[in-house]
């Protein structure tokens, strides 16, 4: 795994950097903060595009929260779901070994993902996430922030769900200052 500083890191939108700016600072007393530290009042505007993991297995990585502007772009509510189901099967394999790599071997990771809707519609945007400990200090959450959606006037999402997922490019994001 080939892994960049934050200086090396193409941002894509300027909310994915401000957003890694914002886990960046949070206290921590090794490399990865708590998740009780992380206090989404401190980044009202970007609750709509947050999404919390709990990583329990290379098979299963659940969504425990899931703002609206998600909501919107998968065209239902995701909290509760295995997000591994959400992926294209071709590719499920890898973003399961990425998301567990994230917090076996504690690092972040930017990726622009495509969402492709029932009707053939592609829909992208750009996710940035890092590992969270759980309340026994255990590396098992996640906190993504998405941004940059692209072409989601061009479907109603309620009528038009996201099928799967693919990936265009991700970058692993290497934790040490």
């Not at 809707?117 to 959450?141: Q, T, Y």
């Amino acid at each position: 795994m080939s892994l960049k500083s934050f200086d090396q890191i193409d941002w894509i939108t300027a909310e994915a950097k401000e957003f890694a700016d914002y886990w960046r600072g949070l206290p921590r007393e090794n490399a990865v903060p708590r998740r009780s530290s992380f206090d989404p009042t401190q980044i009202v505007a970007m609750l709509p595009g947050i999404a919390m993991y709990e990583v329990k297995s290379d098979q299963e990585v659940v969504s425990r929260l899931a703002g609206t502007e998600l909501v919107e772009y998968f065209g239902q509510e995701i909290t509760g779901t295995n997000m591994l189901e959400l992926w294209a099967s071709e590719v499920r394999g890898e973003a399961s070994n990425n998301l567990v790599k994230m917090v076996e071997d504690p690092c972040g990771m930017i990726v622009k993902v495509i969402g492709h809707s029932h009707s053939g519609i592609s829909v992208g945007s750009v996710a940035v996430g890092f590992p969270l400990l759980d309340e026994s200090d255990v590396c098992n959450r996640l906190v993504f922030y998405s941004s940059g959606f692209d072409q989601m006037d061009t479907r109603i999402s309620r009528e038009d769900k996201i099928k799967h997922l693919t990936v265009a490019r991700s970058t692993f994001i290497s934790l040490a200052d």
